[in-house]
Nanobody
Framework: QVQLVESGGGSVQAGGSLRLSCTASGRTFSDYPMGWFRQAPGKEREFVAATRWSTRWSGGNTYYADSVKGRFTIFRENAKNTVYLQMNSLKPEDTAIYHC?????????????????WGQGTQVTINS
């Protein structure tokens, strides 16, 4: 059974930083896209960042939502089956539940429906 478990959420002041982690078990995702999505109260789940990076692809690709470009960095440690989201210069509008996701197909995607595996989410709250 595949499981994705997030950690690292919390509450910080605007301008602060947090690092989220997501570790997968039950399957290796080293050659497959992994990403982060978020959902704020009353809003739809939205794409944050995704990456596909391994020796199979001689590197890889990374996508970011425009709202987080320059502030967030996604990276992964394939040996640990783990993906991270480093979040800097946080804003109150970044407040949401952040979910990790992994694809069962090789192509990188920003669409939630393309990801088959999801974590339960971790709460991120940014105070103004």
């Amino acid at each position: 059974q595949v499981q994705l478990v997030e950690s690292g959420g919390g509450s910080v002041q605007a301008g602060g930083s947090l690092r989220l982690s997501c570790t997968a078990s039950g399957r290796t995702f080293s050659d497959y896209p992994m990403g982060w999505f978020r959902q704020a109260p009353g809003k739809e789940r939205e794409f944050v960042a995704a990456t596909r990076w391994s020796t199979r692809w001689s590197g890889g690709n990374t996508y970011y939502a425009d709202s987080v470009k320059g502030r967030f960095t996604i990276f992964r440690e394939n040996a640990k089956n783990t993906v991270y989201l480093q979040m800097n210069s946080l804003k109150p509008e970044d407040t949401a539940i952040y979910h990790c996701a992994a694809r069962g197909a090789y192509s990188l995607s920003m669409r939630p429906g393309d990801y088959a595996y999801w974590g339960q989410g971790t709460q991120v709250t940014i105070n103004s």
